[in-house]
């Protein structure tokens, strides 16, 4: 069973057309939300996200292909983080014990490294390449959830 959320009605209208097209339905659900805001105590094994992790000033640099995306799914405010702060902040409350999950930061990850620089991030290492993947458990997310709601999350 699968619940994927978005705060925005556009996407959860492409969502649900792919949820149709596979044959999904009974297996995965939309829900409106903004981050944990409307899951209405919802807890999971596993949590994967792709935030928005861009800064207000990469935002104004970003090539042409990227004006493409919504603003609302790329910009997080001055420094890029915070949306991936809201998520790590309240993350061990939707997490069952022994869950984990997994953040996409991109090109931000030396500055959530920065921001947290005591909690022992994962980072993911992929076949194919690519960078930017951490991993964290219910129980590391509830061990630094102070460090997370003082950096503002």
Do not use: C
Not at 134 to 140: H, K, Y
């Amino acid at each position: 069973m699968v619940d994927l959320w978005d705060m925005s009605p556009a996407a959860l209208v492409v969502a649900t057309r792919n949820i149709e097209r596979y044959q999904l339905e009974g297996r995965v659900r939309t829900l409106r939300a903004d981050v944990y805001d409307g899951l209405d105590g919802e807890r999971y094994d596993l949590i994967v996200t792709n935030p928005p992790y861009v800064s207000s000033a990469e935002m104004a640099s970003l090539p042409e292909e990227y004006r493409h995306a919504p603003e609302l799914g790329l910009d997080a405010g001055d420094d890029g983080m915070d949306v991936v702060a809201r998520i790590l902040g309240g993350a061990a409350d939707y997490l069952r014990p022994g869950g984990i999950m997994v953040v996409e930061v991109g090109s931000s990850a030396d500055l959530l490294m920065a921001r947290y620089p005591d909690v022992p991030f994962l980072w993911l290492d992929f076949e194919r390449g690519g960078d930017g993947v951490f991993l964290l458990t219910a129980e590391q997310l509830d061990e630094y959830r102070d460090s997370f709601e003082e950096k503002g999350a």
